[in-house]
């Protein structure tokens, strides 16, 4: 098949879920023997990665217009350049995959979570994302999502099936540490945060909770975000010598940091399967979770939950014994496994959008 992806910053993944998502599934595609294009807003001075077409286009950057843009923008090329089939993320461009379905190319979409619940969004925007879900129960050929609570609020309020995929992760530990090193952390004797640094995300409250902890051990809260500087300097507006935060970290870096951390601190409440909880998990971190149904749906028994507690369940996690704390953490790498492997997601995929193209 020939399969476009749409809707993220591109490929390598330097960003957020999406675009690690697009970047797992159409590497592992390509391997398959697929032609795959991925659509980027990011220019990294490659045009193919592991196989994968990368298309670069413009955009406009600004907080409300940066995906609608870029996602227009390439949904125009699209329709140009055609494809089998095209997948796009973010229920936000909902309304741009009716054009390449007109066209007879056959559309999917991965919604995520309830963006419209995202703090940082104006009136307006919010406005956007809930015709936006209603959309993307009218226009693609399918939608997906990534999390049986997110499936079921689109049974239920628009009396829409969707198609249940959830997000991936690989398992195991990295046995290297230099990233460790250059942040003055020590194996075992750190806490971990990474997400993007916005108000749904809980980054203020997790080091708040830190701070009133009685523990030695350090923090290093890892992220950043492209339009919330007030946000960040509030995050950030902190004397504890503990605390360490660099930004944003990619790659095997941030990779390092999940397979040697004490524990990892998830505190997102908006959204379907969040990428890095799964991926702590994969590397069988020690998992202190922000309790919301989807948080609960990827983590059930295999982590520690919290709500307005976290310092108390900070202080909890260091109280347990040796033993308390490996077992859930193998629980946490064994339910990866089980039930978020890369492979098994591709595969999934493959199978929808061929399932997708007309009957020859």
Not at 221 to 226: S, V
Not at 243 to 253: E, H, K, R, T
Request: net charge positive.
């Amino acid at each position: 098949m020939r399969i476009a992806i749409l809707g993220t910053r591109g490929i390598p993944a330097n960003y957020g879920g999406f675009e690690t998502f697009a970047e797992e599934l159409s590497t592992r595609l390509a391997r398959l023997g697929h032609s795959v294009t991925v659509y980027g807003r990011e220019r990294h001075g490659i045009t193919v990665h592991q196989g994968v077409r990368l298309q670069y286009l413009p955009t406009i950057r600004h907080k409300y217009f940066d995906t609608i843009a870029h996602t227009f923008f390439s949904t125009l090329h699209l329709l140009l350049h055609r494809q089998d089939a095209a997948l796009y993320c973010n229920g936000a461009n909902a309304v741009f995959t009716i054009l390449p379905r007109l066209a007879g190319i056959p559309v999917a979409i991965n919604v995520d979570g309830l963006e419209r619940k995202r703090k940082k969004w104006n009136r307006v925007a919010r406005a956007w994302y809930l015709l936006s879900e209603w959309l993307s129960t009218k226009f693609p050929n399918s939608v997906v999502t990534d999390a049986a609570a997110i499936a079921a609020y689109y049974l239920e309020r628009y009396g829409k099936a969707t198609v249940f995929i959830p997000y991936g992760a690989e398992t195991g530990r990295l046995r290297s540490s230099a990233v460790l090193g250059q942040l003055g952390l020590e194996a075992g004797r750190y806490f971990l945060y990474v997400s993007r640094l916005e108000p749904e995300n809980r980054a203020l409250e997790v080091r708040q909770a830190f701070e009133a902890a009685k523990t030695d051990m350090r923090f290093a809260l890892i992220g950043d975000a492209p339009y919330a500087q007030e946000y960040i300097r509030r995050v950030r507006d902190t004397a504890d010598p503990r605390i360490v935060m660099p930004g944003a970290i990619y790659g095997v870096g941030y990779r390092e940091l999940g397979s040697h951390c004490f524990a990892y601190i998830h505190a997102t409440e908006v959204g379907g399967t969040h990428p890095a909880l799964i991926e702590a998990m994969g590397r069988g971190a020690l998992v202190l979770y922000f309790r919301t149904a989807e948080n609960e749906e990827v983590v059930a028994d295999a982590g520690i939950p919290f709500t307005d507690d976290l310092t108390s369940a900070i202080e909890r996690a260091i109280a347990m014994t040796d033993a308390a704390r490996e077992a859930l953490r193998e629980k946490a790498m064994e339910r990866v496994r089980t039930h978020y492997s890369w492979d098994a997601v591709t595969a999934r995929y493959e199978v929808l959008l061929r399932g997708l193209l007309p009957e020859k």
